[in-house]
Nanobody, 124 residues
Framework: QVQLVESGGGLVQAGGSLRLSCAAS????????MGWFRQAPGKEREFVAT????????YYADAVKGRFTISRDNAKNTLYLQMNSLKPEDTAVYYC?????????????????WGQGTQVTVSS
């Protein structure tokens, strides 16, 4: 199993940038594909981005494509989400997740471990 802890959330103005981090425990971080999800109040949790275990493949939701970048540093057991050109509609709690599936996509059920979430608020 793996334990995940997100950080880096906060308040930012529209058009600004923020980088989220997800610190993972254990020596097996590099075996997991990783993903970012977000959930706004009253809405379902939605897929943001995923990255393969090696970092060689990435996949993004249309809503964030071109603005967000997912990356990982397996030597540091850390996952990142660089968020640029932020919009008020990006406001949500952002969750880091780990998957035993080789190439998971947007299905929440493909992810086995979840962090506690970090709040991102974008003001207009």
């Amino acid at each position: 199993q793996v334990q995940l802890v997100e950080s880096g959330g906060g308040l930012v103005q529209a058009g600004g940038s923020l980088r989220l981090s997800c610190a993972a425990s254990g020596r097996t971080f590099s075996r997991y594909a990783m993903g970012w999800f977000r959930q706004a109040p009253g809405k379902e949790r939605e897929f943001v981005a995923t990255i393969s275990s090696s970092g060689g493949s990435t996949y993004y939701a249309d809503a964030v494509k071109g603005r967000f970048t997912i990356s990982r540093d397996n030597a540091k057991n850390t996952l990142y989400l660089q968020m640029n050109s932020l919009k008020p509609e990006d406001t949500a709690v952002y969750y880091c997740a780990a998957s035993r599936t080789v190439y998971p996509r947007s299905d929440l059920n493909q992810y086995d471990y979840w962090g506690q979430g970090t709040q991102v608020t974008v003001s207009s």
